[in-house]
């Protein structure tokens, strides 16, 4: 199986020290070289990803071509644009990506999309972790990330934690 992943999947797992679940529920995840520049700055000037590298197990590959719809769209980043099109050229099973418009301009693609909270929410279902509830937590308190408050109901309840 491949997969392309975006930058803040990788970043906030490599935050919240789960990375290694990727190559565990994936096999190959490859992404563009705006996706490891994007990771290495934020590690490099965001005090919150002080300290992370980039996982060895991403295989960095070039772009042959970007999607000529997802340039028009200015609520996508070029990271998010990139890695987009980098799924639909290399048949990739499924997009790790977070940020809204960017799932749903995938989405419309045909791209099946999988966020950090399916990725947990899998990793718990094959037995990779115990709970995802303290690893949702992490993100909150150290990655400042923000979820929907319903989605989170949602998949504590998937996860049979609430």
């Known amino acids: 199986m491949i997969v392309v992943t975006d930058t803040s999947v990788i970043l906030n797992l490599c935050l919240i020290q789960r990375a290694e679940l990727l190559p565990q529920l994936f096999g ?8 490891r520049a994007e990771f290495e700055r934020l590690a490099k000037y965001d005090p919150r990803f002080a300290g992370l590298f980039f996982p060895e197990f991403i295989e960095v590959k070039p772009v042959g071509k970007i999607q000529p719809e997802l340039g028009a769209n200015h609520r996508i980043h070029p990271g998010e644009i990139e890695a987009i099109s980098l799924a639909l050229e290399s048949n990739a099973q499924a997009l790790l ?14 791209l099946q999309c999988i966020g ?4 947990l929410l899998q990793a718990k279902s094959k037995r990779l972790i115990e709970s995802v509830s303290p690893l949702i937590a992490q993100l909150e308190s ?5 979820m929907a408050p319903g989605l989170v109901k949602r998949i504590l309840e998937l996860a049979g934690e609430t």
């Open 28 to 35: 190959k995840i490859i992404c563009p070289p705006s996706v």
């Open 97 to 110: 990506i977070d940020e809204r418009a960017g799932r749903q301009a995938a989405a419309a693609l045909g």
């Open 142 to 146: 150290q990655g400042q990330f923000w």
């Open 116 to 119: 950090i909270l399916g990725i």
